[in-house]
């Protein structure tokens, strides 16, 4: 299995390197513009056709590699759009004001040893001195493998992908249920609650700061607008990088993260104050990060069907909509099973992802209750009920 990092190097310039980057940047922006233009109009998807109609066009504004390179990220969100499209939605043609520069193995080096950066721009290569934090340093032994080049507050900065190979743990048998929520940010079948209140508070506060700004519409108060995108997007990300780093630290290599598989669910029609939130829910990012940490631990992760997970009784297996009294009220019609609505569902997105791997002979088989950290199978063959085990045993 392979597992990929990104660290960000803070890059130290002088006026005349920043003018060369600044100017590297544009002409990287408008070569990727033309090739989402002519690849948009005429419908191109392919990288090696869009590659023999762009390439005599940009090739003056940039030297060849990162001709190339602007070319190959054109493409990616070309496929994008193309993707979308297919599905019924209307897209524009991809278009950035300023772009981040994607740097290969052969228009950029770095020496760690000399702490030393070369790195490509329209007049050439430019060597520049770097310095790396504690962050940084844990990543020196693995292979590097690119970078990218990105602009932000008058500052320039690196970000450095590293790759490593790690070993492909067997599955332990141990299962951990999370349902994600707008009021709960998550909710572990090991009942662990991580509430959204905090989130949704300061959502709510930028949502206010911005549309007083928008009515205003000065240039003042659009720079104030990137200022506060940049903080809310920043305490977003911190929220799911704390609760992610909490769930995998209380699991062990070789345990199963089960999550519901939640692709187009904001294509939901619902009442205007509905998608505020569901748009500002950062579902997706909270899923990427607890990947890639599940995955650098040797943890696995697997997916199920959202549907019915929250109707579904966890005891009996009993599916009704009045089930879910209310957002966080839970009692089963048929056999009366009271729990948290969130917690239920955990359990279910566990119970569920068992079903689907056979691990019951029939539908109408008995269940059992999952009322401890991680649901445990005993015999992988002939189980026909769950034993529940606290994590790490």
Wanted: proline share 2%.
């Amino acid at each position: 299995m392979r597992v990929q990092r990104t660290a960000s190097l803070r890059l130290n310039v002088s006026d005349q390197v920043s003018d060369m980057l600044l100017k590297t940047l544009d002409h990287y922006t408008h070569v990727y513009n033309h090739c989402c233009s002519v690849g948009f109009e005429h419908n191109i998807k392919n990288g090696i056709e869009l590659h023999k109609v762009t390439y005599q066009d940009t090739r003056p504004f940039l030297p060849s590699q990162l001709t190339i390179s602007a070319r190959m990220v054109a493409t990616e969100s070309l496929k994008s759009v193309f993707k979308k499209m297919k599905t019924g939605r209307s897209c524009r043609c991809p278009k950035s004001k300023r772009t981040s520069i994607r740097y290969d193995k052969n228009s950029h080096t770095i020496w760690f040893d000399k702490k030393l950066l070369s790195i490509l721009t329209c007049d050439g290569r430019v060597r520049l001195p770097i310095k790396f934090n504690q962050h940084f340093s844990q990543y020196l032994d693995w292979k590097h493998t690119a970078a990218t080049l990105i602009f932000r507050d008058n500052k320039f900065f690196l970000n450095v992908v590293f790759e490593k190979d790690v070993a492909d743990l067997p599955k332990s048998g141990k299962y951990l249920g999370i349902d994600r929520g707008i009021k709960k940010l998550a909710v572990t079948s090991d009942n662990r609650f991580f509430s959204g209140g905090k989130a949704r508070r300061v959502s709510q506060k930028y949502n206010r700061v911005r549309a007083k700004l928008q009515s205003a519409g000065t240039q003042s108060a659009k720079r104030h607008l990137s200022r506060i995108s940049g903080k809310e997007h920043r305490f977003k990300a911190d929220i799911n990088h704390c609760i992610s780093k909490e769930i995998v630290s209380q699991l062990n290599p070789g345990d199963i993260i089960v999550l519901e598989s939640l692709s187009g669910i904001r294509n939901k029609r619902m009442r205007k104050k509905q998608r505020k939130e569901l748009h500002s829910w950062s579902f997706y990012q909270l899923e990427q990060f607890l990947t890639y940490k599940a995955i650098g631990k040797g943890i696995h992760i697997e997916h199920v069907d959202a549907r019915y997970t929250s109707q579904r009784c966890s005891k009996c297996g009993n599916i009704k909509r009045s089930n879910r009294k209310s957002q966080s009220g839970f009692r089963c019609s048929k056999c009366g099973f009271r729990l948290n609505a969130d917690l239920n569902a955990a359990r279910n997105i566990v119970l569920k992802y068992l079903d689907s791997k056979g691990f019951y002979k029939t539908r109408e088989s008995k269940r059992a209750e999952v009322n401890q950290p991680i649901v445990t199978v005993s015999n992988m063959r002939s189980v026909t009920s769950l034993q529940a085990s606290p994590v790490g045993n």
